[in-house]
């Protein structure tokens, strides 16, 4: 598979209704910075939106929370409101994926 070179941010993002939730939380913006690592996880990892460690080994949420540098309690927060805005899902509990990873890693739109 090629790799993602680039992350693709529309400069209207912080006008998307998912985006501003996120921002509205208290600590916001690591909200959205996780956010953001996770769009770049998923672009490194090249595998239709999946969060892995090299090319199909799943993270857990455990090496999720060092790379990110989150407490796993943060993390898990965040993974949850991230979930509940249909911005990923995590499969088998074990595989995170971005949903419209397309749309996210540069093919068309991001949020």
């Known amino acids: ?3 993602v070179q680039w992350l693709k941010l529309y400069i209207d993002i ?3 209704e998912k985006i501003k ?3 509205r939380n208290r600590d916001g913006d ?4 996780a956010w953001i ?3 770049i996880l998923a672009g490194k990892s090249n ?3 999946a969060v892995l460690l090299g090319e199909n080994i799943p993270m857990s949420l455990e090496d999720l929370a060092k790379v990110m540098h989150k ?3 943060k993390l898990t927060t965040i993974i ?3 979930c509940e805005l249909d911005m990923i899902f995590v499969e088998d509990d074990t595989i995170l994926y971005i949903i419209s990873c397309l749309k996210n890693i540069g093919e068309t739109r991001v949020y």
Do not use: I, V
């Open 14 to 16: 912080f006008d998307n």
């Open 21 to 23: 939730k996120l921002l």
């Open 1 to 3: 598979m090629a790799q």
């Open 47 to 49: 595998n239709k939106g």
């Open 80 to 82: 949850q409101t991230l």
């Open 37 to 39: 690592q996770l769009l």
């Open 30 to 33: 690591s909200y959205f910075r």
């Open 71 to 73: 407490t796993l309690p």
